[in-house]
């Protein structure tokens, strides 16, 4: 097979713009399903955070590194399964999930994208097609998100969706397990909640450890070296009210972080918040 014909073996078919079905109150705008999701990030119409699409559906963060690197990465999302539960990896050059769903193609099918060089943010692009090489692996990697269909059935709110805002990030002094270039803070995702609504949710989210599991936390931030609550490093502020506890849970963003600070030529995530969404029932995660 020639260049030309490999490079247009590893090329997704093209396909008309999704139309989206509804709109949800406190929620951003639905679609059919996650096919039709992913067919709106890769045309352009999709481009804010996911937080609440496609309920029922699992929701994946990515990480794309040159090969020089994919190996140590995924020792340490071995060495760290809270932060860093794997779904998915790629074959070098494939740009192709394979087990994740219909034609996903992680250069287009995020709605938006950050890109690292150097550990510096370069960009935040639509796709990144352009930069994707024959040496790349792609990661997926379980999301907190997959989860909170199951909290809001069993009855337990989540303000950040309510809000229509991205969920808060932030970065504790809680350290991960290290390999030799990758190693860095453990972050988390939080969600405020009523005792009984956090014991609830504890009970639920144990049971799906591809989606980062039970909470890490709850109760005082400070604890694990959050000093303000209404200052998350990514994502957005969501209050807690009188009587609320803020539980916390690993997040995804962890690997972006560390990465970061090791400081590869070239890294590309998604932005926080932005995930994939895949074909998988959440049910397929417990």
Same mark, same amino acid.
């Given at each position: 097979?020639?260049?030309?014909?490999?490079?247009?073996?590893?090329?997704?078919?093209?396909?008309?713009?999704?139309?989206?079905?509804?709109?949800?109150?406190?929620?951003?705008?639905?679609?059919?399903?996650?096919?039709?999701?992913?067919?709106?990030? $890769?045309?352009? &119409?999709?481009?804010?955070? @996911? +937080?609440? =699409?496609?309920?029922?559906? #699992?929701?994946?963060?990515?990480? /794309?590194?040159?090969?020089?690197?994919?190996?140590?990465?995924?020792?340490?999302?071995?060495?760290?399964?809270?932060?860093?539960?794997?779904?998915?990896?790629?074959?070098?050059?494939?740009?192709?999930?394979?087990?994740?769903?219909?034609?996903?193609?992680?250069?287009?099918?995020?709605?938006?994208?950050?890109?690292?060089?150097?550990?510096?943010?370069?960009?935040?692009?639509?796709?990144?097609?352009?930069?994707?090489?024959?040496?790349?692996?792609?990661?997926?990697?379980?999301?907190?998100?997959?989860?909170?269909?199951?909290?809001?059935?069993?009855?337990?709110?989540?303000?950040?969706?309510?809000?229509?805002?991205?969920?808060?990030?932030? $970065?504790?002094? &809680?350290?991960?397990?290290? @390999? +030799?270039? =990758?190693?860095?803070?453990? #972050?988390?995702?939080?969600?405020? /909640?009523?005792?009984?609504?956090?014991?609830?949710?504890?009970?639920?989210?144990?049971?799906?450890?591809?989606?980062?599991?039970?909470?890490?936390?709850?109760?005082?931030?400070?604890?694990?070296?959050?000093?303000?609550?209404?200052?998350?490093?990514?994502?957005?502020?969501?209050?807690?009210?009188?009587?609320?506890?803020?539980?916390?849970?690993?997040?995804?963003?962890?690997?972006?972080?560390?990465?970061?600070?090791?400081?590869?030529?070239?890294?590309?995530?998604?932005?926080?918040?932005?995930?994939?969404?895949?074909?998988?029932?959440?049910?397929?995660?417990?």
């Amino acid at each position: 097979m020639t260049a030309v014909e490999t490079a247009q073996a590893k090329r997704v078919p093209e396909h008309p713009a999704p139309m989206p079905v509804h709109t949800r109150p406190g929620a951003s705008v639905a679609y059919a399903n996650p096919y039709s999701a992913r067919l709106a990030a $890769r045309s352009g &119409v999709l481009r804010g955070h @996911t +937080s609440g =699409l496609c309920d029922g559906y #699992v929701q994946a963060n990515i990480v /794309m590194l040159r090969d020089t690197w994919a190996n140590e990465f995924l020792r340490f999302c071995q060495l760290n399964p809270k932060p860093c539960p794997l779904l998915d990896v790629t074959e070098p050059g494939v740009p192709v999930f394979r087990h994740l769903g219909q034609d996903v193609d992680v250069r287009r099918d995020v709605p938006r994208y950050r890109v690292y060089r150097n550990g510096e943010l370069a960009d935040e692009p639509a796709d990144v097609e352009a930069l994707w090489t024959d040496d790349m692996v792609a990661f997926a990697i379980g999301c907190s998100f997959s989860f909170e269909h199951a909290l809001m059935e069993a009855g337990v709110p989540l303000r950040h969706i309510a809000m229509s805002r991205n969920v808060a990030m932030y $970065r504790t002094s &809680v350290d991960t397990i290290g @390999t +030799s270039r =990758l190693a860095g803070k453990l #972050v988390v995702s939080m969600r405020p /909640m009523s005792v009984p609504d956090a014991i609830r949710s504890i009970e639920i989210t144990s049971r799906m450890p591809r989606a980062h599991g039970a909470p890490v936390h709850f109760g005082d931030p400070a604890a694990i070296g959050i000093a303000d609550l209404a200052q998350p490093d990514w994502g957005d502020a969501v209050p807690v009210q009188p009587g609320e506890v803020p539980v916390f849970w690993a997040c995804g963003v962890t690997p972006q972080a560390v990465v970061q600070q090791a400081r590869p030529e070239l890294c590309i995530t998604h932005a926080p918040g932005h995930m994939l969404i895949t074909d998988l029932r959440t049910a397929a995660l417990a």
